[in-house]
């Protein structure tokens, strides 16, 4: 019930209360301010869960490309060609260019548009080619990084050494591997293994990994397979 008081006229008056005491006036701040509040939490929930998502299931790619607005469209098209060969068959930077100069209508220019305009980690690039070498024959180290510094190749010492020392690879298991392929196709074993095994026109492994080979050979095993 609304407050009466006496005016100084004799007549009785009702006293409004203040619009901020009213319950409309409180219901309508309280919507607002529940808003409000919400709309804040939300976006900060959903920016936070956007950052983590962008970091943890989006991976920055090791190689990418792009497009360039003041490219012509061959140059757009040699770049976007150099990313697809380095991710599947793991091109080093001068395997991208020969490839695209041999299997390709682009001219000179336009294949060195693509190596020097596309961002990649060619130490990364010559990881990945190494593993696939390794996951494919048997490899030593050096033999592996002669390979991957070959002219078949084209990676630089800096890439090949660091492909070398991040591929994942136990080089005693590479050797036996090796080991076991010889005495399989030219049944050696012994010194005569062990020399091939450590041979510079042969396997390049340690003294110590062809050793390794050599003592857990095991040709009854291979024989009966």
Known sequence: MAKKIKGEDGKIYKVKKPFYKRLWFIILAFIVVVGIIGSIGGGDSDGSSGSSTSESS????????????????????????????????????????????????????????????????????????????????????????????????????????????????????EALEAAESYYNTMNMLGQELYN????????????EQAQYAVDNLDPEKLDAQ
Not at 197 to 205: A, P, R
């Open 58 to 173: 989006q991976p920055q790619e090791y190689v990418y490309y792009e497009k360039k607005d003041d490219a012509t469209d061959n140059e757009n098209a040699a770049a976007k060609q150099a990313v697809s060969y380095i991710k599947t068959v793991h091109l080093s930077r001068q395997g991208v260019y020969d490839q695209l100069m041999q299997m390709h209508d682009y001219t000179a220019e336009e294949c060195q548009f693509a190596v020097d305009n596309i961002t990649c980690d060619w130490n990364q690039v010559a990881l990945e080619k190494a593993q696939s070498y390794i996951d494919g024959q048997s490899f030593s180290q050096r033999g592996l990084y002669d390979q991957l510094t070959s002219t078949f190749e084209g990676f630089t010492a800096e890439e090949a050494q660091y492909a070398i020392d991040n591929v994942n690879a136990d080089w005693n298991a």
């Open 196 to 207: 091939q095994l450590i041979s510079d026109y042969g396997n390049k492994f340690t003294a």
